[in-house]
């Protein structure tokens, strides 16, 4: 295949336009419902006032905004792929902007931007809190500015959506790989997304994994619930192929949005009756690491304990579930193994580290 032919087969693979709009037009179909820049992003891509007051600045002065990629889904909405903290500026200066649950966020009062000083403690329109607002035709002006608008068709499979996301946003602000994912899960599928979510926020599981505030506002737990799922049943022959774990969840997003609810429901299941029972088995202490000669578990959270242990009991499930004490034991054999003794994992990739805590762990559990 020659280079000209694979650019002819990929560029079939994406239907795009393009559009030149008005903030008063993009304002006028979110009012309708026609552009979804997603709620839950909102919590992600968090600028600082000064950001959003120099955007408005940049509007008011005609300087160019970079285009914005949005993904037609299959209702014909628009969803936001790339811009959502410009868009969400925009229309909370508007005084639009609704929140997760339909309310509106207080409109956008500006600090003092580099040059429009007076820009200082205005608003769109006049409202409490505000020390001044937009003339009428200054509000007209800002309403005319344009953007380019880049529209990926729906007809463009999902691939091509989470390929253009990837690129777009890897490069961005957003804070943790997990952030990342979420984004792009609810691009591809809302559904999904919130099942993610809710799975994730199990008490059982939450109180096992017992992580730190930090990586629970970077969405750790979420991964963590993420790694679950892909890799509890991942065929063995498999794991040799993961590579980068975290290029490996991103990419497998796309197969994993295709989960019926049959095998949604299966693993809810599964997901919470393992984490119960590791609950019930010890709690925190479970995926820890078991310091047998002081007959006591240490340190944080520990990968190896989940890939052996949370894995391992998970996958045979639905099925028989094993006593709180043979979880237990099977926990002081993991440690026992001098493969898994104190600083085994220190310099090793995970994809090396899963390809012998996973089928370890599946073993263990097998009887």
Known sequence: MTLESEIEQYRRRIATDSYPMSIG???????????????????????????SSRLVESILLGIPLPSMFVAQNEKGIWDVVDGVQRMSTIFQFMGILKGENGELHPPLVCTKPPFLSQLEGCSYEKHEGAERSLTPAQRIDFKRARVDVKIIKRESDNRTKYDLFQRLNSFGSMATPQELRNCLLVSLSDKHYKWLADISEDQAFVEVVDLPERLVNERYHMELALRFVLLRRLPQKDLSTVGNIGDFLTSEIVSFVEYDDERL???????????????????????????????????????????????????????????????????????????????????????????????????????
């Open 25 to 51: 037009e993009l304002a006028n179909l979110y009012r309708d419902g026609e552009i979804d820049i997603h709620p839950e992003f909102q919590r992600i891509f968090r600028w600082r006032i000064e950001q």
């Open 265 to 367: 429901n299966e693993e809810s299941q599964v997901f919470r009756a393992t984490f119960q029972a590791l609950r019930e088995a010890g709690g925190p202490d479970v995926l820890r690491r078991f310091n047998s000669a002081r007959s006591k578990s240490e340190g944080p959270f520990s990968l190896t304990a989940f890939e052996a242990i949370a894995l391992g009991l998970g996958f045979h499930l639905p099925g028989g579930m094993p006593l709180s004490e043979e979880i237990r034991e099977k926990r002081e054999i993991l440690w026992s193994d001098a493969r898994f003794s104190a600083g085994h994992a220190t310099g090793i990739r995970a994809d090396q580290r899963m390809k012998i805590t996973i089928p370890f762990g599946r073993k263990l559990f097998s009887s």
